[in-house]
């Protein structure tokens, strides 16, 4: 297959009460809404010859369920497995969570035993750096685990949403962290190209964790740790798909929404359903190369 799809319902140790784990079957259901026709861009003097494909004619993709348990620790262990071994037979890896915790089997399954040249690569409005084991601390559990820090990249950091302390651990860590406000100033195409660079300096593979509480809350409601001033959905899905274009990419999550809080109109769901066609587009881009 080309790209794999697996749900890893994690929620238990959240920091907040959340019904995440019923993510991604609403993911699923969600992403029956939309086809998988996209168009590239265009240019003047140029319109109606766009590049075209439909996501079904050019990738073989396969989903894998959900995989059971993954908040215990004996199931964390089968999940970074099973997500390895989904690695082995795939172009990428696309797991649906579940909160921020899934991170940890998520990435540790795309390393596989190539962890010591891995890098990653977050959006999130957090650094991630708590103590004990919760949707908190995945990338401090991943730089206990062998994943070198100066390979890691914090995209989206915002104001007023970490204390200073975590602040001065991803410091001391050596942990690259672009803040929001740069997004504001400099092309998405340049994160994503500096981004890459670190994260793939010793070219081992590279895992994305898109925690969609990186956006802004009017746009993610069933995010409970979203604030307003967070990034748009425009920019997390072009985020989504710029990483999946890239090779050495081989795993992208989608966590933090409780599906169970989200509008009416379900925008949040949508928005991550969107992120997973905007990852296969990526995809099939890379492999059209």
Do not use: W
């Amino acid at each position: 297959m080309d790209l794999a799809i697996v749900g890893i319902p994690v929620s238990r140790t959240s920091l907040s009460p959340t019904n995440a784990h019923e993510t991604p079957a609403a993911i699923r259901a969600a992403l029956r809404r939309y086809s998988g026709h996209a168009v590239a861009e265009g240019a003047p003097g140029r319109r109606g010859d766009e590049a075209e494909l439909i996501i079904d004619e050019v990738l073989r993709i396969a989903d894998a369920g959900d995989l059971e348990d993954p908040d215990s620790e004996a199931g964390e262990r089968a999940a970074t497995e099973a997500v390895a071994e989904l690695t082995r037979r795939s172009q990428l890896v696309v797991a649906l969570g579940g909160d921020n915790s899934l991170t940890v089997p998520a990435a540790l399954g795309v390393y596989g035993e190539a962890l010591d040249t891995a890098g990653l690569i977050t959006l999130d409005a957090h650094h991630d750096l708590r103590d004990g084991r919760s949707n908190g601390s995945p990338v401090r559990r991943l730089v206990e685990a062998g994943l070198d820090p100066s390979r890691i990249v914090q995209i989206g950091i915002a104001d007023f949403a970490n204390s200073r302390a975590y602040r001065q651990r991803a410091k001391d860590l050596g942990i690259t962290v672009i803040h929001r406000d740069e997004l504001h100033d400099r092309p998405l195409r340049d994160i994503v190209a500096e981004s890459l660079e670190i994260a793939g300096a010793a070219g081992g593979p590279i895992h994305v964790d898109l925690d969609v509480d990186v956006c802004d809350r009017s746009v993610v409601p069933a995010c409970p740790a979203s604030i307003p001033g967070g990034i748009q959905a425009h920019e997390l899905r072009r985020f989504a798909r710029l990483f999946a274009e890239d090779p050495r990419v081989r795993g992208i999550d989608l966590a933090e929404i409780d599906a169970t809080a989200d509008s009416a109109d379900g925008r949040t769901v949508r928005l991550a359903a969107l992120c997973v066609l905007d990852a296969a587009a990526g995809l099939a881009h890379r492999l059209q190369r």
